[in-house]
């Protein structure tokens, strides 16, 4: 079955330190990916994607994530975070082929201090 | 253009009544799929239908049960409640042009649950 694992449940920061979130998936075939964003009191936001292609995408507000087929990851930075940029972030994985059911990791919650 | 709507926001049930949600998609998305997410077991995927058809099931039980219509609104209803159905329950909707496309999922605000 397949799963992803984000492995840092819990992030502090203070504003410009440069952040990485971990991502790892098992899925039995080939995969699109994506980070999902919720901040305080809203819905879940798309902030990247990944299908094919370059395995360096980018997103909005600043964050990029680097697809390594090699390590089965998907891992999300962004240079200089924000204190705007507090909320939980998910990592998904759907395969191609029609299988649109996403398969969540647990989130990290990303606190940044001012 | 108007973002997935969900309907209620909010529910108060109580064990052994049955729900149903409903979800709106955004104009021209024809593919819908709903999660459940507990702050124990995460985001979890329920189901997914696309042209009126279940295309996906999750692991979730029988009671768990839904639909869509010609206008791709869809409807998800839990029959004999419990408590653990306690949840944010978030609908989907996916812009694709066939069962086997793929693109990415725009979620609504959901609906809490909650099972007294």
């Known amino acids: 079955a397949q799963s992803v694992s984000q492995h840092n449940h819990h992030v502090i920061l203070s504003e410009a330190a440069s952040l990485e979130l971990g991502c790892n998936y098992s899925?039995?075939?080939?995969?699109?990916l994506f980070w999902y964003v919720q901040y305080p009191g809203q819905h879940l936001q798309l902030l990247l994607k990944?299908?094919?292609?370059?395995?360096l995408v980018k997103g909005i507000k600043g964050f990029e994530a680097e697809f390594i087929k090699s390590k089965f990851s998907f891992n999300l930075r962004k240079p200089s975070v924000q204190w705007s940029d507090t909320a939980e972030y998910f990592c998904?994985?759907?395969?191609?082929?029609?299988?649109?059911?996403?398969?969540f990791g647990s989130g990290t919650r990303l606190q940044v201090q001012p | 253009k108007a973002g997935v709507t969900q309907t209620p926001r909010y529910l108060i049930k109580t064990r052994g009544q049955q729900v149903t949600l409903s979800c709106s998609p955004i104009s021209g998305h024809r593919s819908v799929s709903w999660y459940q997410q507990t702050p124990g077991q995460g985001l979890q995927f329920l189901f997914e239908y696309f042209s009126e058809t279940q295309r996906n099931k999750g692991n979730f039980p029988g009671r768990f049960s839904g639909r869509q219509f010609s206008n791709s609104r869809s409807e998800m209803n839990v029959s004999t409640l419990e408590l653990g159905d306690s949840a944010l329950y978030l609908c989907?909707?996916?812009?694709?042009?066939?069962?086997?496309?793929?693109?990415?999922?725009?979620f609504g605000p959901g609906t809490r649950l909650t099972v007294l």
């Open positions: 989907a909707s996916s812009l694709v042009s066939s069962a086997g496309g793929n693109n990415e999922q725009f």
């Open positions: 899925y039995g075939g080939t995969v699109n």
């Open positions: 998904a994985v759907n395969g191609v082929m029609g299988r649109r059911a996403l398969t």
């Open positions: 990944y299908f094919s292609g370059d395995p």
